[in-house]
């Protein structure tokens, strides 16, 4: 069982950058598939999620209406499309799944719960 993130690099403000996050080992259509990032020093925040029982999307104050996340049953991945990016976007992000199907008991500790975690792509915005 794997998750596998890559798609991270340097950007500018303003610019944009997708993620890809392929799994092996296990199916993503019945989980629970989100994006959590982390600065050095500080703790892991959620970034996005959705739920696979009811669809419903988790965002935080900084990831609405400018991340998307979505995946692709065909290719077992998940994506992070992210626009607009910011210097206070920074971080490394991760992507993780929950095989119960449901944010809820992750989004608010972080991802803590969380079931599969891939190991992290570092996105940088600065100009």
């Known amino acids: 069982v794997q998750l596998q993130a890559s798609g991270g690099g340097s950007v500018q403000p303003g610019e944009s950058l997708r993620l890809s996050c392929t799994a092996s080992?296990?199916?993503?259509?019945?989980?629970?598939i989100g994006w959590f990032r982390q600065v050095s020093g500080k703790e892991r925040e959620a970034v996005i999620c959705?739920?696979?029982?009811?669809?419903?999307?988790y965002y935080s104050t900084s990831s609405k209406g400018r991340f998307t996340i979505s995946r692709d049953s065909a290719r077992n991945t998940m994506y992070l499309q992210m626009t607009n990016l910011q210097p206070e976007d920074t971080a490394v992000y991760y992507c993780a799944t929950d095989d119960y199907g449901d944010c809820a008991p992750s989004w608010y500790s972080g991802g803590d719960g969380m079931d599969y975690w891939g190991k992290g792509t570092q996105v940088t915005v600065s100009s």
């Open positions: 080992g296990f199916t993503l259509v019945h989980h629970a």
């Open positions: 959705v739920s696979a029982s009811d669809g419903l999307v």
